[in-house]
Structures are given as C-alpha cells and as structure tokens.
C-alpha cells in the first residue's frame, strides 16, 4: 500500500558525485523514518543513511562526510547526495521509508523501494 520509486543511480568515475531520489505514494498518515540501504555483490545489505522525520540522521562511518541525506516531509521524498565516490560504494541502493498508513485502525508500515544501481570505476 506504499509504494517507492528511485531514481537516479548510474555509473560515475571515483571522486565523482551523483544524487539518489526516492518518493514514497500511497495510503499514508505518516512517517517515521526514510533512508537508504546498499548492497553489494556477495554481502548483506549494509545501513547508508537514515533520517527521522524529526531530522535525526544516522550515516554508516564509511560514507560520513562524504554522503548528505535530506528529505522533503511535506513531498514525502528523500534524496542522498553522495560526493567523493569510490570504487567501494558501488552497489544496489535500497529506499527504505517507514511509518504509520491510513486505515481502519491504523496501522504501521515498512517499505522498500525497488533498488538503483550505483557503479564507481576507478
């Protein structure tokens, strides 16, 4: 009943720079958290970036500094400004987004956007 869309992924040259989207549609009251996840061939999907809606954020230590996540509550979209790219952040990248959806009671949700591939050469 909530749905994720990305956008934004591609292939880039380390030190390069790119920017994710994602925009979460459907039946929601609210939410919670959004943020992205990765993973990379042969691994478990890894913790990028997330933020609450009250605009706490929590980064992996291998991006801090490099990574900025932001969201727009009213649009119900994030993006993720990734700069100074390396060979190792090449992965699939995960929206993820949670919260509260529009029903009789209400209940939670917790959703996954469809992945967008990022590819670092070096």
């Known amino acids: 009943q909530v749905q994720l869309v990305e956008s934004g992924g591609g292939l880039v040259q380390a030190g390069g720079s790119l920017r994710l989207s994602c925009a979460a549609s459907?039946?929601?009251?609210?939410?919670?958290?959004m943020g992205w996840y990765r993973q990379a061939p042969g691994k478990q999907r890894e913790l990028v970036a997330t933020?609450?809606?009250?605009?706490?954020?929590n980064y992996a230590d291998s991006v801090k500094d490099r990574f900025t996540i932001s969201i727009n509550n009213a649009k119900n979209t994030v993006w993720l400004q990734m700069g100074s790219l390396k060979p190792e952040d090449t992965a699939v990248y995960y929206c993820?987004?949670?919260?509260?959806?529009?029903?009789?009671?209400?209940?939670?949700?917790?959703?996954w956007g469809q992945g967008t591939q990022v590819t670092v050469s070096s």
């Open positions: 993820h987004a949670d919260g509260v959806i529009v029903t009789i009671p209400m209940r939670p949700f917790t959703s």
């Open positions: 459907g039946s929601i009251f609210s939410i919670n958290n």
């Open positions: 933020m609450a809606s009250r605009g706490t954020t």
